[in-house]
Each structure stands twice: as C-alpha cells, then as structure tokens.
C-alpha cells in the first residue's frame, strides 16, 4: 500500500511548524524541505560550492559555513538572485525527498512540509491532499519579529516573495485557520487526520 501524501504550506509567520510539530508528535513523518534546503547546504555541501560560484565566495565563512543572513540580504531583496538560488537548491532538495519518500512508502500517512508548495509546483503531483496554515499579515509581521527579529521592512519583502494567502487559498484542499488558539488549531488538524484516517 502507498502512503497518502499531504503537502502542508502556509506563508512565513502564519504557524506551519506549529502544525508540523503537532503532527510530530502524533508519531507521524514529516518531511520538511526547510530541515533539507538546510542540510544541503552545510559546509562542504555540493549546493554551497554552487552558490560561492555564483553569488560570491564572501558568503562563505572562513568555517565552511554559508553566511544565510547575507545570502537572505541578497536574495530577498532581487527576484532574479532568488531564481538563480532556487535553480541550485530546488533539484537538490527534490531528489532528497523522493528518496524519504521511497524509503517511508510503507507507512499510512506521510507529511511533506513545503514552504513553497504552490510556487513551485514541483510537489503538486506527488500529494493526494494539500493544507494550507493561514494567519493575518499583522499576526505573521508580529510573529517573525518575535522569532527572527527582523524589521518590518525585511519581514514584508519575505511575504512579498510568497504568493499571496488569498491566492493560496484558491488552490488548496483543506484551510487550517491560525489566526486563534492553539487548541481550535489542533482541533482543524485532528479534525483533518479523521477524515484521512478512517
């Protein structure tokens, strides 16, 4: 039996990982592109080589390390330098997962956590169900600032990158609404699990 694959999505700040981590703790796999996107590009990674080449060997620090706040400061701020990072990490990050998803076939219920679901649409053929985590933009704006401590400025030209909620929400399947408690979000996503796992 093949698993039955959600994509889970939802713009920054609008409480995706809360989701994510509550799924984990429901013993279920998720896979998080964020997680992988990450691992690929640690020291001495294919990926990093690729974006020292391309953006300049100033984003490497002397560690190895990638320097992702001025790689963000790059990108975030130039569609083109975006694209052109996408190009080096996206099929990087494609072909860990369809290895995860090889490996964990077997399994009832696996999660695939992708920021950019619905831009890429790399992902849309591989899922039998997609949700979306939706918030408002001051609860996003607020929450980043509070994680990641970033103006506001910096903040909405992340969500500028994204598609827009309204947008997203045309083309998802199921909408988990994260604007109130923490409880009636777990309650959407029990909710959901119930209808899949009858």
């Given at each position: ?83 052109k990072l996408n190009q080096i990490t996206h099929p990087l990050i494609e072909k860990e997962i ?46 980043i600032m509070k994680r990641d401590h970033l103006s506001e400025t910096q903040i909405r030209a992340r969500i500028n990158n994204q598609m827009a909620t309204t947008e ?31």
């Open positions: 039996m093949m698993a039955f694959i959600i994509g889970l999505t939802g713009g920054i700040g609008c409480g995706k990982s809360t989701v994510s981590d509550y799924l984990r703790s429901k013993n279920l796999t998720v896979i998080d592109a964020d997680v992988i996107a990450h691992q690929i590009t640690a020291p001495n990674m294919e990926a990093v080589a690729q974006i020292a080449a391309t953006f300049g060997a100033t984003l490497i620090n002397a560690d190895g390390a990638l320097d992702r706040q001025q790689l963000a400061a790059i990108v975030f701020s130039d569609e083109a330098a975006l694209a369809e290895q995860i998803i090889d490996a964990k076939f077997q399994e009832r219920l696996l999660i695939l956590d992708i920021p950019l679901l619905f831009e890429t649409k790399t992902y849309l053929s591989k899922i039998d169900q997609s949700w979306l985590v939706i918030a408002n933009e001051r609860q996003q704006i607020e929450r997203k929400m045309k083309l998802a399947d199921k909408i988990i609404d994260n604007s109130q408690s923490i409880k009636i979000t777990y309650d959407q996503v029990d909710k959901l699990l119930k209808e899949i796992m009858f």
